[in-house]
């Protein structure tokens, strides 16, 4: 298998991996709405014996979805370090290749992704 077929399998993967993100996020945001209306028809403050044990109750609910949002941008950010530097490899060889490329064939970038390479 050539270098070009490897790239291009390694990309579609990561499409893939997109779309099923995509999906999960499509099943979160459904969830977090019908959550939505049963919070906002269940939760009222007669269930509640203060105001602040109402008040806890909800910050427990946000930190919650804050967790998941979280936990996907991280994921998010991995998944673009890593087609960032699929991407800078391959203009790193056309450059090179090709001649008349950017100074050290590090792309567009410049020095602001060193990844695995002799940066400045």
């Given at each position: 298998?050539?270098r070009?077929?490897?790239?291009?399998?390694m990309?579609?993967?990561?499409?893939?991996?997109?779309s099923?993100?995509?999906?999960?996020?499509?099943?979160?945001?459904?969830?977090?709405?019908?959550?939505?209306?049963?919070?906002?028809?269940?939760?009222?403050?007669?269930?509640f014996?203060?105001?602040?044990?109402?008040?806890?109750k909800?910050?427990e609910?946000?930190?919650?979805?804050?967790?998941v949002?979280?936990?996907?941008?991280?994921?998010?950010?991995?998944?673009?370090?890593?087609?960032?530097?699929?991407l800078?490899?391959?203009?790193?060889?056309?450059?090179?290749?090709?001649?008349?490329?950017?100074?050290?064939?590090?792309?567009?970038?410049?020095?602001m992704?060193?990844?695995?390479?002799?940066?400045?």
């Open positions: 298998m050539s070009t077929d490897s790239y291009h399998k990309l579609q993967a990561a499409a893939n991996f997109q099923n993100i995509a999906l999960i996020l499509e099943a979160k945001s459904a969830e977090a709405a019908r959550s939505s209306q049963w919070i906002c028809q269940h939760l009222a403050s007669d269930h014996e203060s105001h602040s044990d109402q008040i806890k909800t910050i609910i946000h930190e919650q979805l804050l967790e949002i979280d936990g996907m941008t991280k994921m998010e950010v991995a998944l673009a370090k890593n087609l960032q530097v699929l800078g490899q391959s203009e790193a060889e056309s450059d090179s290749s090709g001649g008349g490329g950017t100074e050290g064939g590090s792309g567009d970038f410049g020095d992704f060193p990844f695995g390479g002799g940066s400045k």
